[in-house]
C-alpha cells in the first residue's frame, strides 16, 4: 500500500449490527470499504449511503443448504462456497483496489440447551462462524499478503472466553475462532496483525435467528435492554487499526460496564 492510496476494508457480515457500523466508520476516516453479506438490499443501500469508496458484494461465507444436503463429508472444501467468494475476492480487487484489512463478522448465535434437536443449529454456527471466517481468510489472504501492512480482524465473543449453559456450540465456535487467530497471528507476523475483538451484549438483531423459544424470548430481554451499540464497537476496530504498524494489538475483551 502507497501512503497516498486509502486503505480497502473488506467486512463480512456487513448487512446489519456490527458489521454495517464498522465499515460506516472505516470510510468516515478515509478508508475504501466492501460490504459483503446475503441481503443484497441493505448492503446495497449502506454502501449507496456512503458513496463513493464503497462497494456492495453479495457474498456467502459458507454453503448452508450444501451443507445440510451433504452426507458424506470428508473434505471441507466440499461443503463451502468458494466460489462465491473467489469471485467477491476478484470483483473487489478490480473494483477498489487490494485487500489491505479482512474483518471475519459474519456470525450467528442460535442458542439453547444442548439437544439433538438443535443439530442443524449447530451445523449452521459452525459453517458460518467458524468454518466461514477460515475459508474467507484462506480466500483473501494472497491479498493481504502482496505487501507489508495487512490487518486481519476476527471478531469473537465473551463467549469464545466463558462458556455458560445454553451456549455450548456457540461458545466452541467463538473458541474455535480465539485459537485459531493466535496461530494465525504468530504465522503471519510482522507483516501481517491479527487481531481478536471478544465483545460482550452488543444492541443488534443477534438474538432474531434463535430457534429454541424460551432461549430466544430470554435472550431478546436481555439485548432489548443492551447498552452497548454495534458504533462502540467499529469506534474499537478503527481505533486498532489505526495504531502504527510497530504495535499490534493482539486481543480486546470488551463488556457492558454491568455485565456480569
Ligand atoms: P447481526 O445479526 O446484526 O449481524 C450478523 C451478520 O452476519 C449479518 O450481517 C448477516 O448478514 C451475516 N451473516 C450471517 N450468516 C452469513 C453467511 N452465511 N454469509 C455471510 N454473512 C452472513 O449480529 P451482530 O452484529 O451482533 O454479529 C456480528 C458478529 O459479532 C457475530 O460474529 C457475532 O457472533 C459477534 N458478536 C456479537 C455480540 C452481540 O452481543 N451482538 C457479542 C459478541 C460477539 P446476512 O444475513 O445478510 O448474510
Do not use: C
Not at 36 to 42: F, H, K, S
Not at 107 to 122: A, C, E, I, T
Not at 174 to 185: D, P, T
Amino acid at each position: 500500500m502507497s501512503s497516498q492510496s486509502p486503505r480497502v476494508a473488506v467486512i463480512t457480515g456487513a448487512s446489519s449490527g456490527i458489521g454495517e457500523a464498522t465499515p460506516r466508520a472505516l470510510h468516515a476516516t478515509g478508508y475504501r470499504v466492501a460490504l459483503l453479506a446475503r441481503r443484497t438490499d441493505r448492503i446495497q443501500a449502506i454502501a449507496n449511503e456512503l458513496g463513493t469508496g464503497a462497494l456492495a458484494i453479495p457474498a456467502d461465507v459458507t454453503d448452508v443448504t450444501d451443507v445440510t444436503d451433504v452426507t458424506d463429508v470428508t473434505d471441507v472444501t466440499d461443503v463451502t462456497d468458494r466460489d462465491s467468494l473467489t469471485a467477491a475476492a476478484q470483483q473487489l480487487h478490480d473494483e477498489i483496489g487490494n485487500t489491505d484489512v479482512l474483518i471475519n463478522n459474519a456470525g450467528v448465535m442460535l442458542l439453547g440447551p444442548f439437544s439433538p434437536d438443535q443439530r442443524d443449529d449447530y451445523r449452521q454456527m459452525i459453517d458460518i462462524n467458524l468454518l466461514g471466517a477460515i475459508t474467507t481468510t484462506e480466500v483473501f489472504l494472497d491479498q493481504l499478503t502482496a505487501s507489508p501492512g495487512g490487518d486481519i480482524v476476527n471478531i469473537s465473543s465473551v463467549a469464545g472466553r466463558t462458556a455458560r449453559a445454553g451456549n455450548g456450540v456457540y461458545a466452541a465456535t467463538k473458541w474455535g475462532i480465539n485459537g485459531w487467530s493466535e496461530s494465525l497471528r504468530q504465522e503471519l507476523l510482522p507483516d501481517v496483525r491479527v487481531t481478536l475483538i471478544e465483545p460482550g451484549v452488543v444492541a443488534t438483531e443477534l438474538p432474531n435467528h434463535i430457534t429454541h423459544s424460551h432461549t430466544k424470548t430470554a435472550i431478546t430481554d436481555l439485548y432489548d435492554k443492551a447498552t452497548v451499540t454495534p458504533e462502540d464497537i467499529a469506534e474499537v476496530i478503527a481505533y486498532t487499526l489505526s495504531r502504527p504498524r510497530h504495535l499490534a494489538i493482539n486481543e480486546i475483551l470488551l463488556r457492558p460496564a454491568d455485565q456480569i
